[in-house]
């Protein structure tokens, strides 16, 4: 099962008050299987085979945005529109210059307001559409083999075309905490240029393992039984095979 | 006997927005005597009696869930049933009964329950199991003779 936890950030409000509590929501999809144990609680719902073993997997997706961001649901090809050759050409010093590990790279992509306008790289009052991104899961829920968090690669241009995923032990019921670093970007002078650097910042989450037997549907148990067809069927004789 | 795989791929968003089951919902089978209507929702999969069937949905959207909530045959009416898992935790597999008369067709409706907010149930009818005239002549029950 694919689980998607959106973490939407108020960036302007969360770079001004130095952290993420009050100013970052974690919403998911998995609504449908159980009430929410909590603010920022997953759920995943796990299920066992008769020996115990695990029988189905659990897949966790991290999607980190700005309140002021684009919509996550627009094609990836809308910011492709604005990298075209000729367009950095002219509109070169659009492109947003982001420290990353040290080094000062330029962005591929022009910034976009969530209503599609292009913003200066220079324009301070854009953080709040610079997209937030999720730099590390850890915590207890990692340490104790709960979860088992990898990157995986992604067309995200900011991220430098990674996003973070896990599979999680689903044998291991109960409430687990883990930590979700996310690096959102504020603009700093340098040698007359703008540059956005990254502040981290560290949102304690948590995931309620449950787990159910995988039972056989016609069944009820974990054998399987005869196909419930009717024995008086007088079903129309279909053609010989 | 090996058993036989039937594997349901659902367009789920495609299905909520009332899109047609012939355009959303597509069944393969792993038979190796022919099926009829592969790829479609009218899926005829050959089976011999005793042969074990065993069903499997998979969204193609992966973010959108969608479980096989019932399969009922020749119209039978599922029984409501108490105390049911969750949806996610049943699998769905049974052997053919060895009843079945060679030749018939017994057609089958899947219940699928989309994940989405309103957790709807959507019947899709058309799919079916072809009882194979001959029964159990599969090619690993087929006795070897030694070579005169």
């Known amino acids: 099962m694919q689980i998607s936890i959106v973490t939407v950030i108020d960036i302007v409000t969360a770079l001004k008050e130095g952290t993420l509590d009050g100013n970052a929501y974690v919403i998911d999809n998995t609504g449908p299987f159980d009430s929410p144990a909590g603010p920022r609680v997953t759920n995943v719902p796990g299920v066992y085979n008769a020996d115990g073993s695990q029988a189905a997997e659990a897949v966790l997706n991290w999607i980190p945005v700005g309140v002021g961001g684009l919509p996550t649901t627009l094609p990836r090809s809308y910011r492709q529109l604005f990298i075209s050759k000729p367009w950095n050409d002219r509109k070169g010093d659009l492109r947003l210059r982001v420290r990353q590990h040290n080094k000062v790279r330029s962005y591929a992509a022009p910034l ?68 979700m670093e996310v690096a959102l970007y504020r603009p700093v002078q340098e040698n007359g240029d703008t540059v956005w650097e990254p502040q981290f910042f560290t949102l304690k989450c948590g995931l309620q393992i449950t787990s159910a037997p995988g039972v056989n549907g016609f069944t009820g148990s974990f054998a399987p039984g005869l196909l419930p067809v009717p024995t008086c069927s007088t079903v129309a004789a279909g053609e010989a095979i | 006997m090996p058993p036989l795989n039937v594997q349901v791929f659902v367009d789920v968003v495609a299905l909520l927005l009332g899109n047609p089951a012939d355009d959303s919902v597509f069944l393969f089978d792993d038979s190796f005597c022919g099926s009829e209507d592969s790829g479609t929702a009218k899926l005829a999969s050959p089976v011999w009696p005793r042969q074990l069937v065993r069903w499997s949905v998979t969204p193609l959207d992966v973010q959108t869930p969608v479980w096989l909530s019932a399969i009922s045959f020749d119209g039978l009416e599922i029984p409501a049933g108490t105390n049911v898992p969750a949806p996610w935790a049943l699998h769905w597999q049974g052997y053919a009964p060895c009843w079945l008369a060679p030749g018939t067709r017994h057609s089958y409706t899947l219940t699928l329950l989309t994940g989405g907010l309103t957790g709807r149930t959507i019947s899709i009818a058309g799919p079916s199991l072809l009882v194979n005239a001959s029964t159990g002549t599969t090619a690993d029950s087929v006795p070897i003779h030694a070579a005169a």
Do not use: F, M
């Open chain 1, 112 to 179: 976009l307001s969530a209503a599609g306008e292009v913003l200066k790289s220079d324009n301070v009052a854009a953080a709040a559409s610079v997209s937030p991104v999720v730099t590390r899961i850890c915590g207890p829920a990692v340490e104790q083999g709960v979860l088992y968090p990898a990157q995986y690669g992604s067309p995200d241009l900011l991220t430098d075309g990674w996003y973070w995923s896990a599979t999680v032990d689903t044998a291991k019921v109960g409430c687990h905490d883990y930590a």
